[in-house]
């Protein structure tokens, strides 16, 4: 765990971007100086518990918020604007749309041009899951969304698998059933790596 004035000075900090306030901005409204302001975010020193209780009514929340560890961040993320969380919805549907564009129009042209001679030219739609839970796994990781990103990381992982087995099946038939074992420490390293994840914020 960090030390107590790096976790107000990360909380505080969400708190005020949040709001799209400066450092001055802010020191303004709670009477104190913009060098305060600084010293408290960069961890260099505490605000008193009078300050603190004055920012937290000013904020809209609890004066424990500030010494929990991480609580601005995991607030932010859940507590999107509905425009923006609409706009990431949407970039993430799109680029599994495009996905799935390509996937499908690989198949109908194969599967429609016999010079071609592609049999096996379904297992593009098997391929599109990976390749759409790896979008997703991507967007998740950059906009921080922990919990969606373990989900899409499972996904991908045990989609991956499944499409590498069917793909020697199909075309050397080759039964490699126990490909799926990798699966399991895979897994418990997803979960781990989240969990590292969490720590490090």
């Known amino acids: 765990m960090e030390n107590l004035e790096q976790i107000v000075a990360q909380n505080l900090t969400e708190l005020r971007k949040s709001k799209k306030w400066t450092q001055a901005e802010l020191a303004e409204k709670i009477n104190y100086s913009d060098k305060s302001v600084s010293k408290w975010e960069r961890g260099e020193a505490l605000p008193d518990l009078k300050v603190l209780a004055q920012m937290a009514e ?16 995991e607030r932010a993320s859940f507590e999107s604007p509905k425009s923006e969380l609409g706009y ?28 071609l001679h592609l049999p096996n030219i379904w297992m593009a739609l098997i391929w599109a899951v990976p390749a759409s839970a790896l979008i997703m796994v991507f967007f998740s990781i950059r906009w921080k969304f922990r919990i969606t990103a373990i989900v899409f990381e499972s996904i991908l992982c045990w ?23 990798i699966g399991i420490p895979l897994q418990g390293a997803i979960i781990l790596w989240a969990q590292v994840r969490k720590q490090r914020r």
């Open 58 to 73: 000013l904020f809209g929340v609890t004066l424990d918020f500030f010494v929990t560890e991480n609580a601005a961040a």
């Open 88 to 115: 990431r919805i949407g970039v993430e549907l799109l680029a599994v749309c495009a996905v799935w564009l390509v996937s499908l129009s690989l198949f109908l042209f194969g599967s429609t041009t016999p010079a």
């Open 159 to 181: 989609t991956t698998l499944t499409s590498v087995f069917l793909q020697l099946l199909v075309r050397y038939q080759v039964n490699l059933w126990h490909l799926f074992l």
